[in-house]
């Protein structure tokens, strides 16, 4: 095997290094500055001719850095004779802009994915896409992990008496039928109307909640208010208690607010972003999941396997 190293962005340094001591290596070097005028400048500080090469790279706030850093890091690496390019992202930023969903407006996801093939990526890993059809918008293999292994067994050794699992939207149904069908449990559906983005107005529960311990999933959770309002709308129906799992804290704007004065008892995320600390939040590590998916994807072995 011609062997592999490991990069690190700046926005995902302490992730990858819990990547690279699960795995054994030593993270590799790259000298990452900015030019006095914010332009991004990167030098691969160690040879990688022949290699397979992962770079770990969040794309979340500020998402233009971030991607700006990964792209211009995939051009030194491809220009230093890497064999192939990994993107590891943890976080895939504007992937919310995945159709178009009113006249005049782009679709940002297909967008960053032109950029990242154009930059010479050939293979991208991320977890939990908003959306999973983004997959089909490059033309190289993507690694769509779920997060919802990690969630699975600390949701059990809560040891919850009646749970139950909910979905925060229409939208999100899939994403809970799979928990839901891994963890042997019912689903009900917080049914919602969002007039704009960012806001959102719980309309109803389809399904009954009645003394049940809800167990909400989604994919991310920015500045909280869907999920608190679906705590209220939950407990209104006589929910004994509300939690929720999103496997990217992205909390933007009022989220610590939100959670500090509404209804959920718990926030369960991922570190998959960087996050601060808070009571309601519980933040568990991808960082072992993402260590075996770069084993097996250097190796040639089955990723789905995982999930199976």
């Given at each position: 095997?011609?062997?592999?190293k ?12 819990e990547v690279?001591n699960i795995?054994d290596?030593?993270l ?6 900015k ?41 030194a ?12 992202v ?7 802009q995945d ?6 407006v782009?679709?940002t ?39 919802s292994?990690?969630?699975e ?20 149904v ?25 806001e ?9 909640v ?5 167990i909400?999933?989604?994919d ?13 709308a939950?407990?209104n ?53 993402f260590a ?17």
């Amino acid at each position: 095997m011609r062997g592999y190293k490991i990069f690190a962005g700046s926005a995902s340094v302490d992730f990858a290094s819990e990547v690279c001591n699960i795995l054994d290596v030593p993270l590799a070097k790259a000298d990452v500055k900015k030019f006095s005028d914010g332009e991004i400048s990167v030098q691969i500080a160690e040879s990688v001719r022949g290699r397979d090469v992962f770079i770990i790279q969040s794309t979340g706030a500020p998402s233009n850095d971030n991607l700006m850093e990964l792209l211009i890091m995939t051009d030194a690496l491809k220009r230093s004779s890497a064999s192939s390019i990994t993107a590891v992202v943890p976080y895939y930023g504007y992937a919310r802009q995945d159709r178009k969903a009113a006249p005049r407006v782009p679709i940002t996801a297909k967008l960053v994915a032109n950029l990242y093939e154009t930059a010479g990526i050939d293979r991208v890993v991320t977890i939990d896409l908003h959306a999973g059809q983004i997959q089909g918008f490059f033309d190289i293999p993507v690694d769509n992990l779920y997060g919802s292994v990690t969630f699975e067994h600390y949701i059990k050794s809560k040891n919850l008496k009646n749970p139950i699992i909910a979905s925060p939207d229409i939208g999100g149904v899939a994403r809970a039928r799979y928990f839901a069908k891994r963890m042997g449990l019912e689903m009900v559906i917080v049914d919602k109307r969002r007039e704009k983005a960012n806001e959102s107005e719980v309309m109803g529960i389809i399904g009954d909640v009645e003394g049940k311990d809800v167990i909400m999933i989604d994919d991310m959770v920015d500045t909280a208010g869907t999920m608190v309002k679906a705590a209220t709308a939950l407990k209104n129906k006589g929910a004994t208690s509300v939690i929720a799992c999103a496997t990217h804290g992205v909390l933007s704007g009022n989220a610590y607010e939100n959670l500090s004065n509404g209804e959920l008892d718990e926030l369960i995320i991922t570190n998959t972003l960087n996050t601060k600390e808070h009571n309601k939040i519980k933040v568990l590590t991808v960082a072992p999941l993402f260590a075996e998916v770069i084993r097996r994807v250097y190796h040639n072995e089955s990723v789905n396997s995982l999930f199976a």
